[in-house]
């Protein structure tokens, strides 16, 4: 009686970073540069694999849908994070919470399967070499891709379904700074036991299939490169897979620290900042800067662009004269 007596939340507080006016402005255009970057240099790679043919291969399909949900997870989180800096009550509304946390789970979800996606089609492209055209063909990679979106999509709805199940009267104190799963069990008065066995059911089979197939791809990579014997075949093998191994290292790792505090009832803001945040930063400049494909295109973009500079500043003159 005492529960059903208490007014039901509808909105939630986040928490905030810093109390300090100077540190908070800091923090802010920190974090608001960070953004600006991931979104340029995210949706930048999705428009370079999108308008250069010969990059229109499975692993660049994969890598420009990579981009793609890394820019989708920065902007579940960073806007709201960004208004909260000035906001004098950090208030965020039930759906919005729901719409924030689906965006955020579908985004994360995609990003384990494209990575599995990633190694085994590295894969077959080191220990399989002359059936990689059939193995891993465009129309299986957008197969392949369709059903990523159709099981993140589902995975995501039968969380956020389950949320809405919950009633909320604890508190309206999210101890967190977007709205996350565990913090919001904590807050609620129902029994989220269901919601918890669905994550075991559903959530925990993803990760063990992706972390396996990342981790069975590349123990049949490193046996295939160990049996090489030119020096220059394994250093090329490697290298192909340097970008991509850097990458599901950082996810991996950092998804796994991120997961651990939760699980001990307490948080940990810099972990969940560097996951959320600083990784889908990362992802366009390793992909970038250690694949000479992607390095020649921006050349050749680079050039056209100078180019075409000249050739209007040529015409100015000539009417000029």
Do not use: W
Request: net charge positive.
């Amino acid at each position: 009686m005492a529960k059903e007596n208490q007014s039901l939340t509808t909105e939630f507080i986040l928490i905030e970073f810093t109390d300090h006016p100077v540190l908070k402005v800091l923090l802010f255009l920190v974090f608001l540069t960070i953004y600006l970057i991931t979104m340029v240099g995210n949706l930048g790679l999705v428009a370079l694999i999108c308008m250069e043919r010969h990059l229109h291969i499975p692993m660049y399909i994969f890598l420009g849908n990579l981009a793609l949900m890394d820019s989708c997870c920065s902007c579940a989180i960073t806007p709201k994070m960004l208004e909260n800096f000035f906001s004098k009550d950090r208030m965020i509304s039930l759906y919005e919470c729901m719409a924030q946390f689906y965006f955020l789970c579908f985004a994360e979800t995609a990003d384990c399967f494209l990575l599995a996606a990633m190694a085994y089609d590295r894969y077959v492209a080191i220990c399989n070499p002359l059936q990689y055209h059939t193995r891993m063909s465009k129309k299986l990679c957008i197969q392949m891709i369709t059903g990523v979106y159709i099981a993140c999509n589902l995975h995501s709805m039968i969380h956020v379904g389950l949320l809405l199940r919950l009633t909320f009267c604890m508190s309206s104190q999210i101890d967190h700074f977007f709205c996350d799963i565990l913090p919001l069990y904590r807050l609620s008065c129902t029994d989220p036991y269901i919601n918890e066995l669905m994550i075991y059911i559903f959530s925990m089979p993803i990760q063990i299939f992706t972390i396996a197939t990342v981790l069975v791809s590349y123990i049949c990579i490193l046996f295939t490169v160990f049996k090489m014997k030119s020096k220059e075949g394994r250093g090329k093998a490697l290298s192909t897979c340097a970008s991509h191994f850097l990458s599901v290292s950082i996810f991996y790792i950092c998804l796994l620290m991120y997961i651990r505090p939760f699980e001990e009832g307490s948080k940990d803001i810099p972990v969940a900042v560097f996951y959320t945040i600083v990784i889908p930063l990362l992802n366009p400049f390793i992909y970038s800067l250690r694949n000479k494909e992607v390095v020649n295109v921006l050349k050749k973009i680079m050039r056209n662009y100078n180019i075409l500079k000249q050739t209007i500043l040529h015409g100015k003159l000539i009417l000029i004269y």
